[in-house]
């Protein structure tokens, strides 16, 4: 019996991995992370910040062309009312839905590893969410008109739609940037505290207005922690709902493959399936651009590879349940979509969806593979890629493919959608690169926090 008990009890009392380096200290976790952004920056922080710049100018002259011409100049036409501008939308609000939940959800699970990718994380969040709501606007074809989405009264008594879900997307939009915003601003007071007696003049006058008196008294950190711990627990239920009734402007039509009751759950599982995958795509190269090896260590790959490959299991899951749903509830019109979507137009797009979000995810069962930051970053890769091309597909496929054969069409996208989507991703960069020069990328006083665990843990 003994032989047998041993071994368990070794490992129920075994500690967890460590996340930092044995000797690390307070003042050695601040200069790892501050020294990031305090030096010089090398070529090619420049290159790519040049590069993102010329993308950023080309999305301005596409959006240009667009409010001078009109949405003719997309592939959108009377069949496929949306295309590149929607299915953008959706994928750039899933990666800006999951940075605020991941951060959420392992703070409220008191998840020691979150300490490392919070803050870039929910910078992904703000940026993500801002292009998104970007998307919808353009897609009016007259964005100065767009403040008539908003539920307010008018000396014409006229209200919006209530009952139409691009309402709640408007409503649902504004607050989560506001939530967002503020959650990781709170979360950067005490680091720019630290920033500010770090600094000399005109640095430390800016990161002392930022920290807006912040000390770091017991009665501070009291306060600090609770309203903190409580805008996390807002936040999980808000990304919830948001992404949900991104999945309801889908569920609420009469549409072939949209009439799903787990469209709701499923664009939720999707939004952090997605996401995660854009933080493992940052994560890499932050860790080796700012030097911050040792406090992103392979233990933090590890659990973020587990995420994904969990998020392709469920994904996959999803995938089997709309096409049992199709075969399942006899209608024809759902069967033949499935049929199209496999072996149709556009199939090996769907084919290409389904070996990245389901098939090359499996790599990562390997504790190797999920410790490989190479192999991690090429996985998170394609998960964005399948992912999108997930989001593109769920418009063209139904609604080139309808109800009536005599609709069916093409969707083809013009250079001024390729031009915006890229010009899309061309500013995203630019605005993460100037994050990592002004705003420290991983939080400091968080950092300090694990160590000190860690220490006490020796």
């Not at 075994?14 to 501050?34: F, H, K, M, N, Q």
């Not at 496999?342 to 990245?356: D, Q, V």
Request: charged share 10%; aromatic share 16%.
């Amino acid at each position: 019996m003994s032989a047998v008990a041993a071994p368990l009890h070794v490992e129920a009392n075994a500690s967890p991995p460590r996340l930092l380096p044995p000797d690390a200290t307070y003042g050695e976790v601040t200069d790892i992370v501050a020294s990031g952004m305090e030096r010089r920056f090398g070529r090619v922080w420049w290159i790519a910040l040049g590069v993102s710049l010329v993308g950023t100018i080309v999305m301005l002259a596409s959006i240009w062309t667009l409010l001078s011409e009109g949405i003719g100049v997309w592939g959108n036409n009377a069949i496929a009312v949306w295309g590149f501008d929607v299915g953008n939308y959706v994928w750039w609000i899933g990666i800006g839905n999951a940075g605020t939940l991941i951060s959420s959800m392992l703070l409220l699970t008191r998840q020691r590893w979150r300490a490392a990718i919070n803050r870039y994380a929910e910078a992904m969040t703000l940026f993500a969410a801002a292009l998104a709501g970007l998307y919808p606007l353009l897609h009016l074809g007259r964005p100065w008109y767009a403040y008539w989405l908003a539920p307010y009264p008018n000396t014409m008594d006229l209200w919006p739609q209530w009952r139409s879900p691009l309402v709640w997307d408007m409503v649902a939009i504004a607050s989560y940037l506001i939530f967002s915003a503020l959650f990781w601003y709170t979360g950067l007071i005490p680091d720019f505290a630290t920033l500010r007696d770090r600094s000399r003049g005109f640095r430390q006058v800016v990161y002392g207005v930022l920290a807006l008196g912040w000390q770091g008294s017991s009665r501070q950190w009291k306060h600090y922690k609770s309203f903190y711990t409580a805008m996390a627990a807002l936040g999980v239920p808000l990304v919830v709902s948001l992404h949900s009734v991104v999945g309801l402007d889908y569920a609420a039509t009469l549409m072939p493959g949209w009439q799903e009751t787990i469209f709701p759950p499923y664009f939720v599982v999707g939004a952090m399936f997605s996401g995660f995958a854009m933080v493992v795509t940052l994560t890499v190269p932050i860790r080796w651009g700012l030097g911050l090896q040792r406090v992103i260590t392979a233990e933090h790959l590890d659990a973020m590879g587990k995420f994904i490959l969990f998020g392709a299991l469920v994904m996959g899951l999803s995938y089997a349940l709309e096409w049992f749903n199709a075969w399942y509830g006899g209608n024809d019109v759902e069967r033949d979509l499935v049929l199209f979507q496999f072996t149709g137009a556009h199939a090996w797009l769907y084919w290409t969806m389904l070996a990245c979000n389901c098939a090359v995810p499996q790599l990562l069962w390997w504790p190797a593979a999920r410790r490989s930051a190479a192999l991690l970053l090429a996985t998170s890769v394609a998960v964005n890629i399948g992912m999108w091309l997930e989001r593109l597909l769920i418009n063209i496929d139904t609604l080139t493919h309808g109800h009536l054969p005599a609709r069916w069409g093409f969707y083809v996208p013009t250079v001024w959608d390729w031009t915006l989507f890229g010009g899309s991703l061309s500013l995203f960069t630019l605005l993460f690169l100037l994050f990592t020069r002004f705003v420290p990328a991983v939080s400091i006083h968080e950092l300090r926090e694990l160590a000190r665990q860690e220490g006490a843990a020796r």
